[in-house]
């Protein structure tokens, strides 16, 4: 190649570099949308609501259960939909370095080329050229669009959100995870807590019924009172094998919650007994706090930066796009089988060079269009977040009036209890010394289990709120900051697959303040 080609082709490379510099990013910047929330919850009096502090990260152990926690552990671990989450952090990133390469030359290959040729005897062109050669060809070609109105640019915008929003989506699946687990333990140790009150009431109702038994053999009652002894009696341990199913299923629950075949866990649910017992306060934050805290928000916020970037990739497709193309190479034809020693020579040299310009101007509203489908989703990405929004704020008030109120009704349960123990220990007393009829034994007993199992599924009520409560402010994901979001065996056998390069080895990214593309904060978990 001489001199003067050369000098070309550095005119064209740096006529493209100036186009790509003065180039802009055509579409609107991301604005965080604003949501007006109040500035404190409707319980802020309650002296059981702390606002003057953030909520636990590590909120389950509030509950003081070995076996919570162990099971919240091994979850964070072995969830599959966990895992699933992680992997579309990977995936994202993929999709990032995709988006990055399409700021350099899309089009770049090397080619080669051997084509032998022979010409039909009844072309008359023997004076002119052989009838027989090769032609032999090797090169290189390459193709730049100039990002001049930002399409590239703004498709990293979209995809480096796109990353942030999957770690947010990560963290968002570690809340949910964390949450889920503890209401199935609450609910399988209420089911549990069922059928221990339903079989001291059957022991209670056996002494019932053996005192009407008694009565009835010394002619001092009828037959009708043991038969209504046994008939409630009967009742109760009917109830017994349904709560047991329903205990079954939640500990069939919790293990594919931790990526187990069911009936796998028994040993890890070894740990006191009864319905886990919520603290007497809880603190909670401000409405603000919550807002920064939620990774769900925080992922919503980032689709639609994600999305707003979108509409900046379909507008550049309504103006005219600039390239530059090239190609050099060596080409030689010989009239034998191999190429002719001249083939490295200067004068093999070809190439062809020079800017391209494309303009779609009759696209029929296509691309007009295509616009108003981005900015459509755009909006609609907007409204969602005010949606999310709000829904946060109601899930916290919900799970705080759910809290305190189921918490007033276990202080009125437990006397309900009280009196109807009592109750039960007098009408036996009366009934066997012949002050009352069996009739009044019968209420008492039936009132009791009823008394007890309201007190056990309000102590579940009170837990089951409580950890609606974490849910609904985001709690949980912190202590996972700095783990790795896929496991390791994973990350083998990806390794052993596919060339993954440095993504793999790299824990989930810290949450902390991002900032988008433009250099413009767009929201941040905390």
């Not at 989450?85 to 030359?105: H, K, N």
Request: glycine letters at 8%.
């Amino acid at each position: 190649m001489n001199l003067r080609t050369v000098g070309r082709l550095s005119v064209l490379a740096t006529g493209g570099a100036v186009l790509l510099a003065t180039g802009c990013s055509v579409g609107p910047n991301f604005t965080k949308p604003e949501v007006p929330v109040t500035a404190t919850w409707r319980t802020a009096n309650d002296a059981r609501i702390a606002t003057q502090k953030a909520a636990d990260s590590v909120w389950w152990k509030a509950f003081n259960d070995p076996a919570l926690d162990r099971l919240v552990e091994l979850a964070y671990q072995q969830n599959l939909p966990l895992q699933i989450a992680g992997l579309r952090i990977l995936e994202a990133r993929a999709q990032l370095g995709v988006a990055t390469g399409m700021q350099f030359p899309q089009s770049q290959f090397l080619f080669g080329k051997a084509t032998w040729i022979g010409i039909s005897q009844s072309v008359p062109l023997a004076s002119i050229a052989p009838r027989n050669y090769g032609d032999y060809q090797v090169g290189f070609d390459a193709a730049w669009e100039l990002d001049f109105w930002g399409k590239y640019r703004r498709g990293v915008e979209a995809e480096t959100a796109g990353v942030l929003a999957s770690v947010a989506d990560y963290y968002s699946a570690i809340v949910s995870v964390s949450a889920e687990v503890a209401r199935t333990y609450v609910v399988l140790r209420t089911f549990e807590a069922l059928v221990e009150k339903s079989r001291e009431n059957e022991r209670v109702q056996e002494e019932g019924l053996q005192i009407a038994e008694s009565r009835f053999h010394n002619g001092a009652t009828s037959e009708l009172d043991p038969s209504q002894a046994t008939t409630l009696l009967e009742s109760t341990r009917a109830s017994i094998p349904p709560l047991q199913s329903s205990a079954q299923q939640a500990r069939n629950a919790l293990s594919t919650l931790l990526g187990q075949p069911a009936g796998t866990i028994d040993a890890l649910l070894e740990g006191p007994p009864g319905v886990p017992k919520a603290p007497a306060s809880v603190a909670v934050g401000v409405p603000a706090e919550m807002l920064r805290r939620r990774p769900d928000i925080r992922s919503a916020e980032l689709s639609a930066a994600a999305q707003c970037a979108r509409i900046g990739v379909a507008k550049a497709a309504l103006y005219p796009s600039f390239s530059l193309l090239g190609t050099i190479g060596l080409e030689t034809t010989s009239n034998t089988t191999a190429p002719s020693h001249k083939f490295f020579s200067p004068n093999s040299i070809f190439y062809s060079a020079g800017p391209q310009i494309n303009w779609p101007f009759l696209n029929y509203g296509r691309l007009t269009n295509a616009v108003r489908v981005e900015d459509a989703r755009f909006q609609e990405t907007l409204v969602g977040y005010r949606d999310i929004v709000l829904r946060a704020v109601q899930e916290v008030e919900d799970a705080l009036a759910g809290f305190t109120n189921a918490q007033a009704a276990l202080l009125f349960q437990q006397r309900a209890v009280t009196s109807a123990q009592r109750a039960v220990q007098l009408s036996l007393v009366q009934y066997r010394e012949g002050a009352a009829d069996y009739q009044r034994v019968l209420d008492a007993q039936r009132s009791l289990l009823q008394q007890e199992n309201t007190l056990v599924q309000t102590s579940s009520s009170v837990a089951t709120n409580l950890i609606g409560l974490y849910k609904a402010l985001g709690g949980g994901w912190e202590s996972r900051q700095g783990q790795p979001a896929v496991p390791e065996p994973t990350q083998r056998q990806m390794k052993e697959r596919t060339n993954w390069g440095d993504m793999l080895p790299q824990p989930s990214p810290p949450v902390s303040a991002q900032s988008s593309p433009q250099g413009k904060q767009v929201g941040s978990l905390p």
